[in-house]
């Protein structure tokens, strides 16, 4: 199956700084998601992009499928951003419509 | 809409006892899907429903899992005979379409005691 490793996987920021987490993956994808995992455990949705570039207020994601990564950037870090955000990948040979998770990134904003 | 549902938010069970839990996805999805989450690991995928149709089980669901979707609408998981290896946070999530976004449900988080 397809295989999916997330970069840096902890990263401890000061409130105010930028960011960028990495989304590699093996084979080629028709879906790609960036979630943030809150304390309690939802998946929240952050943006949808098998390909090209994305923005929702801080944050902006680029998918350039045909080098199979994604990148996630958060500007501005806020203590509230602190969580996990995992990268998953639909697509590649076989079961299409399945996600496949990353292990994920432990993200630490600090006052 | 308020999206996808799980019932229970929480379960403790001793082991050898079944357990059932409840996903009410999104009104218009008709894809369901089955995830578990263990402790420092990425969301894996279980089982996924085109409305009331199964179409794949993962090998991590053992012949002590099954899951349901009576018409195509609400979505039932249970375990049977609970062992300790089975605590883990279960997920549920719906899409419109295979490639189209996917939302989560809150989870629901098991422990085996």
């Known amino acids: 199956g397809i295989q999916v490793e997330q970069s840096p996987p902890d990263l401890i920021l000061q409130e105010g700084a930028n960011s960028t987490l990495r989304c590699n993956f093996s084979?080629?994808?028709?879906?790609l998601q960036w979630f943030h995992q809150n304390p309690w455990g939802q998946l929240i949705n952050l943006f949808y992009?098998?390909?090209g570039t994305k923005q929702n207020g801080r944050l902006s994601a680029t998918t350039v499928a045909t080098e199979r990564y994604s990148l996630l950037y958060i500007s501005s870090s806020q203590t509230t951003d602190s969580g996990v955000y995992f990268c998953?990948?639909?697509?590649?040979?076989?079961?299409?419509?399945?996600?496949?998770f990353g292990k994920g990134t432990l993200l630490t904003v600090n006052p | 809409d308020t999206g996808v549902s799980q019932n229970p938010r929480h379960k403790i069970t001793k082991r050898g006892q079944n357990v059932t839990f409840r996903c009410d996805p999104i009104?218009?999805?008709?894809?369901l899907y089955w995830y578990r989450q263990t402790l420092g690991q990425g969301p894996e995928f279980l089982t996924y429903?085109?409305?009331?149709?199964?179409?794949?089980k993962s090998r991590l669901l053992s012949d002590r899992f099954s899951a349901e979707r009576p018409k195509g609408s609400f979505s039932t998981l249970e375990i049977q005979r609970t062992e300790q290896g089975d605590s883990a946070m279960y997920l549920c999530?719906?899409?419109?379409?295979?490639?189209?976004?996917?939302?989560f449900g809150q989870g629901t988080r098991l422990t085996v005691v």
């Open positions: 084979d080629s994808v028709n879906n």
């Open positions: 429903f085109q409305n009331e149709a199964q179409l794949e």
């Open positions: 992009i098998p390909s």
């Open positions: 009104s218009e999805h008709n894809r």
């Open positions: 999530a719906s899409s419109w379409a295979w490639d189209t976004e996917a939302f």
């Open positions: 998953a990948v639909g697509g590649g040979r076989g079961s299409n419509y399945k996600l496949t």
